[in-house]
């Protein structure tokens, strides 16, 4: 899934943060009103939690090792940046 666009909607229970891939395919992340404050901060709680979710299924279900392992796509070319940084 390509993510094309990110829809926040705040309602009485909290955040509805929904990812939409240019395949029609969504992710939709509930974020409690406990946990974010604004639209801003419901999105990044909602990328945490997608990260959190990247350790389900691989590694026996374990916790990823580091930040790097979460966010990694097991692709380390070099031409490929993690997070848009390079050394």
Do not use: C
């Amino acid at each position: 899934m390509n993510l094309m666009n990110t829809d926040i909607i705040h309602g009485p229970d909290g955040w509805n943060v929904e990812f939409v891939g240019d395949d029609g395919d969504a992710v939709s992340v509930h974020v409690s009103d406990d946990h974010a404050s604004d639209a801003d901060e419901a999105l990044e709680r909602a990328k945490a939690v997608m990260i959190q979710l990247t350790a389900f299924g691989t590694r026996g279900g374990g916790r990823s090792l580091n930040r790097y392992d979460a966010a990694s796509n097991g692709n380390f070319d070099e031409e490929q940046h993690l997070f848009d940084t390079s050394h």
